[in-house]
């Protein structure tokens, strides 16, 4: 697990804790809005589903397509979901996170 | 005018995004178009997408090279250009010996050529998805350079066949191995 953790860059990072927050609501719009609206982010739908499919590929995330609606022009949502690979990826990087910080209490981080 | 620019727009991203995300992603842009024009108005909203559209091209465009695997196609491609160079040099040699004919100019040649050239794309498309169009583009260059570098005068049939006949066989060969042996 160790090694597909350690492949988890800060955008992927932070596309997952997005799927995980939106639970069945998880599709690129929604993730785009959720990291926009927590991190102020303005991140490019391009970026959102490259990210997505690459978490795809590493088996953190799997995807189903949702049903077609008139206001989306008739196309279907593609929706997205943790899997426990993905949630043990996030969990790994909670606690390399808590480690490096133990200890920096009073040090100031500029 | 708002909503043909709107097509315009979506229609570009979607030739630069791929395959799996074009219908969710478009439809996800239509859908925040439709938010954001009763929240700021369709101006705004269009801009919005037109930003979107702007920002997330480099990105397609990185990831498409990436995926394309672009060393290994052109290679495929540039002999699959070999190989049709030594079909035609062989099928104009033929035909010239048989109808008696001008090796250089020579319609029934370039007839036999066709399905030899879409059988060869067929074959480059089988091993390598985007070898026929890479393939389509280097002989759409090289016919380009010889007409513009070329001192003989040729008929106009001649280049006007030359430029269309290549490309176009290339790409009925892609098809039609789209068509008949879809990869998984």
């Given at each position: 697990m160790a090694a597909s953790a350690e492949s988890l860059g800060s955008l992927e990072h932070i596309v997952l804790l997005a799927v995980l927050r939106l639970r069945e609501d998880a599709y690129g719009m929604t993730v785009l809005r959720e990291i926009a609206s927590v991190t102020g982010r303005d991140l490019a739908i391009g970026a959102v589903y490259s990210t997505l499919t690459r978490l795809?590929?590493?088996?953190?995330i799997r995807s189903w397509a949702g049903e077609p609606t008139a206001e989306r022009g008739?196309?279907?949502k593609r929706y997205f979901h943790l899997t426990p690979a993905g949630r043990e990826a996030l969990r790994h990087m909670r606690d390399v996170v808590q480690?490096?910080?133990a200890g920096l209490k009073g040090l100031q981080v500029t | 005018m708002r909503n043909r620019a709107l097509s315009v727009v979506l229609w570009l991203f979607s030739l630069l995004v791929g395959r799996d995300d074009r219908e969710p992603m478009i439809g996800d842009?239509?859908?925040?178009?439709?938010?954001?024009?009763?929240?700021v108005g369709n101006n705004r909203a269009f801009i919005w997408i037109l930003r979107q559209a702007c920002i997330s091209a480099p990105i397609w465009i990185r990831a498409r090279l990436?995926?394309?695997a672009w060393p290994a196609t052109l290679g495929i491609a540039m002999l699959a250009w070999l190989a049709i160079a030594v079909v035609e040099t062989l099928v104009n040699r033929a035909t010239a010996a048989w109808l008696s004919a001008d090796e250089a100019y020579n319609?029934?040649?370039?007839?036999?050529t066709m399905p030899l050239v879409m059988g060869i794309a067929f074959i480059a498309t089988r091993v390598r998805r985007q070898a026929a169009a890479a393939l389509a583009l280097l002989m759409l260059l090289a016919v380009t350079l010889m007409t513009l570098t070329a001192h003989e005068v040729m008929?106009?049939?001649?280049?006007?066949?030359?430029f269309v006949?290549?490309?176009?066989?290339?790409?009925?060969?892609?098809?039609?191995?789209?068509r008949f042996w879809p990869q998984p």
């Open positions: 795809e590929s590493k088996g953190f008739g196309r279907a480690k490096m910080s | 842009l239509l859908e925040e178009y439709a938010a954001r024009s009763r929240k990436a995926r394309a319609p029934a040649a370039m007839f036999i008929p106009l049939w001649f280049r006007i066949a030359y006949v290549g490309p176009v066989a290339t790409w009925m060969g892609a098809r039609l191995q789209a």
